[in-house]
């Protein structure tokens, strides 16, 4: 694709006072030059003749000299230039009269230059220079490339204004890739990549390719704004955007400190990080055939253990489940409860995302691990939010594109089904009550063995502030209940379209290690 940012170089004379005096110039009238030096305008044709050469310019009346003025200068530079072309003609040389020549072609003067003025005829004929010819395309061609584009599943953008119709294409096309689909599926079509092209930008403008997302910091890009802004409040917006990345920085040194006290020797911390990988889309197919089918969404959930490098990746797609708290919980309690470690002090980081991470379902999976003995105590850390960044056919493929990311030791794949996640929204909302925790504005959550239900919340990464205790438990509930709490099994959801559905032809003959 091209890069549209790229700034072409500036014409001299262009902008708005290169075209007022370029009209001025072709109109007769007084004009300044490109480098502003004044130039009169054009004088009327006088009514005495003054020329006394043997043209017989005297033949030529006045008022045919000035309407021939005044026509002229009522057309633009081009037809200006055309009608004096037709006026002028170059003769050969009749007679030498200065200089002696052995060879004619010595001097300096080869041509002579005959102007002449037609005396019937004031016509000045339009210039046909510049003007685009009729199109050798048919409006047919032109309804089959909508026709075409329009067949190409697209989606909208999830970031931009809730009311944008801004929609995208899939991050593997391009106009070229579209074109030679177009080809391919009208192969006696007389239409070109330019007419292609050219249909695309004017009658798709809302119509992009979509870039590989990343997840940028909500507050970063408002205070960009502010300051780009360059008023009065930019000043105020720097300082708080340098506050901002204090913040996040203090962060990940506290998070970098955590990890090298968990890898001491007897060191009872257990330093946890978790996130949340973008959308996953299968099969990432570039040829033609895929252009018109859906692809299906699959979630990666990483786990990393500070004290041992080992990382845990579960994975699962949109015909199994969503991607809200309870999946997210799911997962965190099967890795909590296999026993991976022997300590008791548990630090978990995670980012600030509300509807995954930093909520009442995901506190009570907390509680609940204390709650049955397997923890003390389990602090809970979220990191203020920056700006972040093989081809798979399956889901399965995916499994041997995440091991393939580290060579060692390699990441373990948790292949997640359906049956493979609980309703914690469900239990948590029978227990405890989180409306008096401001769970949004707390940077660290805390929760101990000597009362699980008393949880602990900071809104700083200071250690000069104290913990703020709220106690979560509904009334008439205690700790012990949640102790013996059942967990009930998700019920599957099955998020595939119809769409997807209709092309499950397709995906049925795809299997490990096909090639597009």
């Not at 089959?144 to 899939?170: F, Q």
Request: aromatic letters at 10%; a positive charge.
């Amino acid at each position: 694709m091209e890069n549209c940012n790229e700034r072409s170089r500036r014409s001299r004379g262009s902008g708005r006072f290169g075209k007022e005096q370029k009209q001025l110039k072709e109109s007769g009238k007084a004009y300044k030059s490109r480098k502003h030096k004044p130039v009169p305008e054009k004088a009327a044709p006088s009514q005495q003749v003054c020329c006394k050469c043997q043209f017989a310019c005297k033949s030529l009346g006045y008022p045919w000299r000035k309407s021939l003025f005044e026509k002229f200068y009522k057309q633009n530079s081009h037809v200006q230039g055309s009608y004096l072309m037709n006026l002028i003609h170059l003769v050969p040389v009749k007679r030498r009269r200065h200089g002696v020549y052995e060879n004619p072609e010595d001097s300096k003067r080869q041509t002579t230059v005959a102007y002449t003025i037609p005396g019937e005829s004031e016509t000045f004929y339009s210039d046909k220079r510049t003007c685009h010819k009729k199109s050798k395309f048919s409006e047919n061609g032109r309804n089959a490339i909508k026709a075409h584009v329009n067949s190409v599943p697209r989606d909208v953008g999830h970031y931009t204004r809730a009311k944008s119709d801004k929609e995208y294409l899939s991050l593997d096309l391009n106009i070229n890739r579209l074109f030679k689909a177009f080809k391919k599926l009208y192969p006696e079509s007389a239409v070109t990549y330019r007419f292609y092209r050219a249909v695309f930008t004017k009658d798709f403008p809302k119509l992009s390719f979509r870039r590989p997302r990343m997840d940028t910091c909500h507050t970063c890009d408002r205070l960009d704004c502010a300051i780009r802004a360059n008023n009065e409040t930019s000043k105020a917006a720097r300082t708080k955007l340098d506050v901002h990345h204090t913040k996040a920085q203090r962060a990940r040194d506290i998070l970098k400190e955590n990890t090298i006290l968990s890898q001491q020797p007897g060191s009872d911390l257990c330093c946890l990080s978790m996130d949340l990988e973008q959308v996953m889309f299968v099969p990432t197919l570039v040829h033609s055939d895929m252009f018109y089918l859906s692809q299906l969404s699959c979630f990666n959930l990483g786990i990393h253990v500070g004290d041992t490098n080992h990382a845990s990746m579960f994975l699962w797609h949109e015909g199994f489940s969503g991607r809200g708290a309870n999946q997210i919980a799911s997962c965190l309690l099967r890795f909590l409860n296999s026993r991976f470690t022997n300590k008791k002090s548990l630090v978990l980081w995670c980012d600030n995302c509300g509807g995954q991470n930093k909520n009442k379902f995901i506190l009570f999976t907390l509680i609940f691990l204390v709650s049955i003995g397997l923890f003390d105590s389990i602090e809970q850390r979220f990191l203020k939010r920056e700006k972040r960044t093989m081809k798979a056919y399956i889901p399965e493929d995916l499994i041997d594109v995440i091991k393939s990311a580290r060579y060692s030791p390699p990441f373990e794949v948790v292949d997640m089904t359906q049956f493979c996640f609980w309703n914690i929204k469900e239990t948590a909302d029978l227990y405890i009550n989180t409306s008096k925790l401001q769970i949004s504005k707390a940077t660290a959550i805390r929760i101990e063995k000597q009362n699980p239900a008393m949880v602990k919340t900071k809104t700083t990464f200071s250690d000069l502030f104290p913990w703020n205790k709220v106690n979560v438990l509904k009334k008439g509930k205690t700790v012990n209940d949640i102790r013996n709490a059942e967990l009930h099994a998700l019920l599957p959801e099955n998020k595939i379209s119809e769409n997807k559905k209709k092309e499950s032809a397709f995906y049925d003959t795809l299997s490990k290690g096909s090639t597009a």
